[in-house]
């Protein structure tokens, strides 16, 4: 840990920025999984999809599709803010 | 060619292919056999964590649990799967940041005590060994079916070949074995899939046929929910448990994939920071096509099978017992279906009423690798699942044991207890313990606390209540000090155990238990769902001590704002 004392302002700026979009991707993650596929299936009956609902689609595989674009979307971000912050790997 | 000769073919084959891979990549250093010298691309590095992470559970036994529990157990779709998001969000980044080789070596940094890392030693060692129980069931089915022996025989068998590829390779073996059995798994896994759905809906992506009509016109779901209902089963596609156990059963699935040390051992051998991030994205690009094929799969595989027994319909004559299909005859002989004649028909009757149902015994592990032959196909495909399904199994497998194995020789010997140990003799060590988890769980295998997938969902309760809140919190907070971890990692584990003991008996010995998941202890909470609860147990405790104890020191203040960027990261550093 060559660096460990070298933390300024921007290094707690770059963590803030990093916290938020942890915070907004976790919203929708949950919203996805745990609300359309569990919780609020009973408000999504009425869409009707292949023989079911939309709850039960997202259950079995929209959650899952989801999730995949968050990490992409998370780890483009991240990158774009590593440079932004100046902290990116040599 | 007979069906028994293809399978050894198509086995024998790939075994070859992955012990010449392992041989051919054995690990020569320490650093070597841990970590793979972090010089693995984030794609490659992607499959290798596809296959370490899809198991028996997700093969062999995942579908087959869908198939008969419906809606409800979309749990297991969501949970292996969302985790990846706090993975790659919460862990992955920060953890590969700080360079070392363990997830114990983590806790005792951050944590500054042996304690914690003892601890963490232990609760690792007890979720790893649970899920290579749940391996072995998988494995103990797959032999057993594909080599026409008893469960037992098959699982002893099974065991002595996971012991003899483990010990033999490293993590560099492992890692490139691991993507080879990522693409025979994949493929095993597909191929039956699209046959089957082109078969029922002449849609040849799975994923689509799900939500297709069928060949008759009507909504492929719909049509099962009229079967399944008709024969007196709950209704596929609606709720019928309580939605707050499907809640936490599904965070505590989540909440556990972040947290198995097997999973985020991967992140370490990544090159950079970034590609941490990249890898947890790749990895879950290389599941989810499994995991989005997997629901078609059970649904498929309900209805092909009601078919087979009732193949003029539910009003026509049912399937003669002496008439049965050559799979069913096999899969009698492994004890794992089983047919009665109740009522000296010579026909069989299928239905959720116990007292009519002559279909007695039905494990659902054997569900996916008897699919191909329910749904007649070609044998080939036959001998290509059953190769597949034991890629899944051994690649799980050697992967725990390499965790249990490292964080026995480097974090218990080599850290605390004799730190002069010589490279070679930490190596044996690897060995030796890597061998007694075999042992153990193949013992405890013969009796399993649950199907493949259910055993796996303990131990992911077990790393959810223990190491995944010790890693976020230590990341995340400066706050959380050693008293506080190590209050906060005995108690999260502790009551999580117990509690699971109390269901499926103490230490997993038959009959010990006081209570059962048709009717646990606390309201809707099955013993499956109680990781979640051990969590936030773990936290709330953690929180508690650390604010009633001493601040942490500045060193490991500045430790935790150097884990936060990625600025630095370098080489591993071995100590």
């Known amino acids: 840990m060559a660096d460990q004392n070298t933390t300024s302002e921007s290094d707690k700026a770059y963590w803030a920025a990093n916290v938020r979009t942890i915070a907004v991707i976790l919203v929708i993650w949950a919203v996805c999984s745990f609300g359309f596929g569990i919780l609020l299936r009973p408000m999504l009956e009425g869409i009707k999809i292949g023989g079911t609902d939309l709850g039960f689609w997202f259950a079995q595989q929209g959650s899952i599709i989801t999730f995949l674009i968050l990490i992409f979307v998370y780890a483009w971000r991240m990158n774009n803010l590593d440079r932004q912050y100046g902290v990116e790997e040599e | 060619m007979d069906q028994f000769t293809l399978n050894l073919i198509f086995v024998g084959v790939t075994f070859a292919l992955y012990i010449g891979i392992a041989l051919w990549a054995r690990a020569g250093s320490t650093s070597e056999f841990y970590a793979a010298g972090r010089g693995v691309h984030p794609i490659l590095n992607g499959m290798a964590t596809g296959a370490d992470w899809m198991s028996a559970a997700s093969?062999?036994?995942?579908?087959?649990?869908?198939?008969?529990?419906?809606y409800e157990t979309s749990a297991y779709l969501m949970g292996w799967t969302g985790g990846y998001v706090l993975l790659a969000m919460l862990l992955a980044p920060y953890l590969r940041k700080f360079g070392k080789f363990t997830v114990p070596e983590f806790i005792g940094d951050r944590f500054y005590s042996q304690t914690a890392r003892t601890v963490a030693v232990i609760c690792l060692i007890v979720a790893s060994v649970t899920y290579v129980i749940g391996q072995m069931k998988g494995v103990g089915v797959a032999f057993s079916g594909f080599l026409n022996m008893s469960y037992s025989?098959?699982?002893w068998l099974g065991a002595a070949i996971v012991a003899?590829?483990?010990?033999?390779?490293?993590?560099?073996?492992?890692?490139?074995t691991q993507v080879a059995q990522y693409v025979v798994l994949i493929t095993a896994y597909t191929i039956p899939a699209i046959f089957i759905s082109l078969q029922l809906t002449g849609n040849p992506i799975p994923a689509l046929g799900l939500f297709s009509d069928t060949n008759s016109g009507a909504p492929l779901l719909e049509q099962l929910n009229q079967v399944v209902q008709d024969l007196g089963f709950k209704s596929y596609t609606a709720q019928s448990g309580s939605t707050f156990n499907m809640f936490l059963f599904t965070l505590s699935?989540?909440?556990?994939?972040?947290?198995?040390?097997?999973?985020?051992v991967r992140f370490f051998t990544v090159p950079r920071v970034s590609d941490a991030r990249w890898s947890a994205g790749w990895a879950l690009v290389f599941i989810a096509l499994l995991y989005l094929t997997a629901p078609a799969v059970g649904a498929m595989a309900r209805l092909n099978f009601i078919n087979t027994i009732y193949p003029n319909g539910l009003q026509g004559e049912s399937l003669k017992i002496d008439e049965q299909p050559g799979w069913m005859l096999n899969w009698e002989r492994t004890g794992l279906l089983a047919i009665e004649d109740k009522n000296n028909d010579g026909h069989i009757t299928y239905s959720a009423n116990g007292e009519a149902n002559e279909v007695v015994k039905l494990d659902r592990d054997i569900m996916v690798l008897a699919n191909p032959e329910?749904?007649?196909?070609?044998?080939?495909?036959?001998?290509?699942?059953?190769?597949?399904?034991?890629a899944a199994a051994l690649s799980t497998a050697a992967g725990l044991l390499m965790a249990i194995s490292s964080a026995v020789s480097h974090d218990l010997i080599k850290g605390i207890i004799n730190p002069g140990i010589s490279e070679k003799n930490e190596l044996l060590a690897a060995r030796i313990s890597m061998l007694v988890s075999i042992l153990i769980a193949t013992w405890l295998g013969l009796n399993p606390p649950g199907f493949a997938a259910q055993t796996v969902a303990l131990a992911f309760g077990l790393a959810a209540a223990s190491i995944f809140p010790a890693l976020m919190m230590g990341i995340f907070s400066k706050r959380i000090n050693n008293k506080g971890a190590v209050a906060g990692m005995l108690s999260g584990l502790i009551v999580t155990l117990v509690y699971i003991f109390l269901h499926k008996g103490w230490f997993f010995v038959p009959g010990t238990n006081s209570f059962d998941d048709a009717d646990p202890l606390l309201g809707p909470i099955k013993s499956t769902s109680f990781g979640a609860v051990g969590a936030l147990v773990n936290f709330v405790v953690a929180y508690v001590v650390s604010n009633a104890t001493?601040?942490?020191?500045?060193?490991?203040?500045?430790?935790?704002?150097?884990?936060?960027?990625p600025r630095g990261a370098g080489g591993a550093v071995d100590h």
């Open chain 2, 374 to 390: 329910i749904a007649n196909l070609p044998s080939w495909v036959i001998a290509l699942v059953v190769a597949g399904g034991l």
């Open chain 2, 153 to 155: 025989g098959g699982l």
């Open chain 2, 59 to 70: 093969f062999l036994s995942m579908a087959g649990i869908i198939a008969f529990g419906g």
């Open chain 2, 164 to 176: 003899m590829y483990a010990v033999l390779g490293g993590m560099k073996g492992i890692t490139y």
């Open chain 2, 253 to 264: 699935l989540m909440i556990g994939t972040a947290g198995l040390p097997h999973v985020i």
């Open chain 2, 550 to 565: 001493e601040d942490t020191p500045e060193e490991i203040k500045a430790l935790v704002e150097s884990v936060r960027v």
